[in-house]
């Protein structure tokens, strides 16, 4: 709600640049105080979980329409996976914030921005801190469900692994004992934790920042889609 | 502004009440849009990894002098584990947030107090994501030896098992591998 206020208001007041991005790709963009605030116009994208130079605040993260992409660092550099045909919008990052820090209530809706963005992703990263990766697999799985313009998608192994910064074998090997598990006796009560090796990084090279004209960017990954699944059950949000 | 320069302001344009609370012992703060918000006016305390209600945005921190303690969710319940003797003063949250917002700078303040909140909460659980406890553990023993109010605390197994959401057997066992590990 409050980033569809911060949106609604940017394209009031701003004139912004528009970029396409293609399902599947992924682009890194520069977002901060002296560079860009960015808005999702249409489609779905994410930021892992390891993110180059760790900017953990923005990363581990699903940005849908309206969210905007705002850093109060200087300037970072954030790679993001288009799960879907895509739409941002960009305006530089001096001109928004002199117009927030000029209006309380506009710096209210940042602060609120900031919150919400804060629980949104610190449940992510408890999730991997404190749950086994077949909880942790459930939750995101729960979550990717959630997501209309991902309806009938399912989210491929090479995915869910970008995200949640494990191998795709790994995620494959839990995804393959989640199913067993499903179609045969209930689980034992004490489970192992798995541990993991994280994903390697996307590849810098063949990422290139977004600029006037965005240039086809090499696929660092292909998600899959397969046959629609069911829906599941919609958990509470809070952690 | 900073933090500092905040906690000023609140005391000047708001009553608050003083809580006195002891080393060791644990105080659960009610704290939200619809109850209070909450300063550290001395000592350190911490919030575990896993709190009551989950409230994640402010587990797992340590809190120390002119620290607030602020959320936007209407009411939380917070335990903070007194690390040394501290006082907390808490305003109503009501008020505090009226004239937060209507104050530019203030808001804007605020926006970055949560931006800050944010990445410190955030470095700490990524640690505890991606990082062998051993690691974990030197990173926090790091964090609270730059903690000027525990020069020469040593911070016990207990305390030190609260903050990670880990059994004090686990955190022994980790902190005697790694002692034998620096002596050999």
Request: proline share 5%.
């Given at each position: 709600?409050?980033?569809?206020?911060?949106?609604?208001?940017?394209?009031?007041?701003?004139?912004?640049?528009?970029?396409?991005?293609?399902?599947?790709?992924?682009?890194?963009?520069?977002?901060?105080?002296?560079?860009?605030?960015?808005?999702?116009?249409?489609?779905?994208?994410?930021?892992?979980?390891?993110?180059?130079?760790?900017?953990?605040?923005?990363?581990?993260?699903?940005?849908?329409?309206?969210?905007?992409?705002?850093?109060?660092?200087?300037?970072?550099?954030?790679?993001?996976?288009?799960?879907?045909?895509?739409?941002?919008?960009?305006?530089?990052?001096?001109?928004?914030?002199?117009?927030?820090?000029?209006?309380?209530?506009?710096?209210?809706?940042?602060?609120?921005?900031?919150h919400?963005?804060f629980?949104?992703?610190l449940?992510?990263?408890?999730?991997?801190?404190?749950?086994?990766?077949?909880?942790?697999?459930?939750?995101?799985?729960?979550?990717?469900?959630?997501?209309?313009?991902?309806?009938?998608?399912?989210?491929?192994?090479?995915?869910?692994?970008?995200?949640?910064?494990?191998?795709?074998?790994?995620?494959?090997?839990?995804?393959?004992?989640?199913?067993?598990?499903?179609?045969?006796?209930?689980?034992?009560?004490?489970?192992?934790?798995?541990?993991?090796?994280?994903?390697?990084?996307?590849?810098?090279?063949?990422?290139?920042?977004?600029?006037?004209?965005?240039?086809?960017?090499?696929?660092?990954?292909?998600?899959?889609?397969?046959?629609?699944?069911?829906?599941?059950?919609?958990?509470?949000?809070?952690? | 502004?900073n933090e500092a320069a905040f906690a000023q302001?609140a005391r000047?344009?708001?009553?608050g009440e003083e809580f006195h609370c002891k080393k060791d012992q644990v105080y659960v703060l009610s704290c939200g849009?619809?109850t209070y918000t909450w300063f550290v006016k001395e000592g350190v305390m911490f919030t575990a990894m896993q709190t009551e209600n989950?409230e994640g945005e402010l587990a797992n921190s340590v809190w120390r002098k002119d620290n607030m303690v602020h959320s936007l969710d209407?009411?939380i319940m917070l335990p903070f584990h007194a690390l040394t003797d501290a006082t907390l003063v808490r305003y109503?949250s009501?008020?505090l947030?009226?004239?937060?917002?209507?104050?530019?700078?203030?808001?804007?303040w605020l926006?970055e107090y949560y931006h800050n909140q944010f990445t410190r909460t955030l470095s700490n659980y990524?640690?505890?994501?991606?990082?062998?406890?051993?690691?974990?553990?030197?990173?926090l023993?790091?964090m609270f030896a730059q903690i000027d109010e525990l020069k020469?605390e040593?911070i016990?197994?207990?305390t030190l098992?609260s903050f990670m959401g880990?059994?004090?057997?686990?955190?022994?066992?980790?902190?005697?591998?790694?002692?034998?590990?620096?002596?050999?």
């Open positions: 709600m409050t980033d569809s206020l911060l949106a609604s208001w940017a394209k009031d007041r701003f004139a912004g640049e528009d970029f396409h991005c293609k399902k599947g790709r992924v682009y890194v963009i520069s977002c901060g105080t002296r560079t860009y605030t960015w808005f999702v116009k249409e489609g779905v994208l994410f930021t892992t979980a390891q993110s180059e130079r760790g900017e953990d605040e923005l990363a581990n993260t699903i940005w849908q329409k309206d969210c905007m992409i705002h850093s109060l660092d200087e300037d970072t550099m954030l790679p993001l996976h288009a799960l879907t045909d895509c739409v941002l919008v960009r305006y530089p990052s001096e001109e928004i914030n002199r117009q927030l820090k000029e209006d309380p209530e506009l710096g209210w809706l940042l602060a609120e921005h900031y919400d963005q629980t949104s992703t449940a992510k990263y408890k999730h991997a801190a404190l749950d086994a990766s077949e909880d942790q697999l459930e939750y995101l799985e729960d979550l990717f469900s959630q997501i209309d313009e991902l309806e009938g998608e399912r989210i491929s192994d090479a995915t869910l692994a970008t995200f949640m910064g494990m191998h795709r074998v790994s995620v494959s090997r839990v995804r393959k004992k989640l199913d067993e598990q499903k179609t045969s006796t209930p689980p034992p009560a004490v489970r192992p934790i798995d541990s993991y090796a994280a994903t390697p990084p996307p590849q810098v090279d063949k990422l290139r920042i977004l600029a006037e004209e965005p240039p086809d960017i090499e696929r660092s990954a292909q998600p899959e889609i397969a046959r629609p699944a069911c829906r599941e059950p919609r958990h509470a949000g809070r952690i | 502004m302001w000047e344009h708001n009553e849009r619809k989950s209407e009411d109503s009501a008020e947030n009226r004239q937060i917002r209507e104050d530019a700078k203030l808001s804007w926006a990524r640690h505890a994501a991606l990082d062998a406890s051993e690691d974990r553990l030197a990173y023993e790091d020469g040593r016990s197994d207990a098992a880990m059994h004090r057997v686990s955190v022994s066992r980790i902190r005697k591998k790694l002692a034998k590990e620096k002596s050999n």
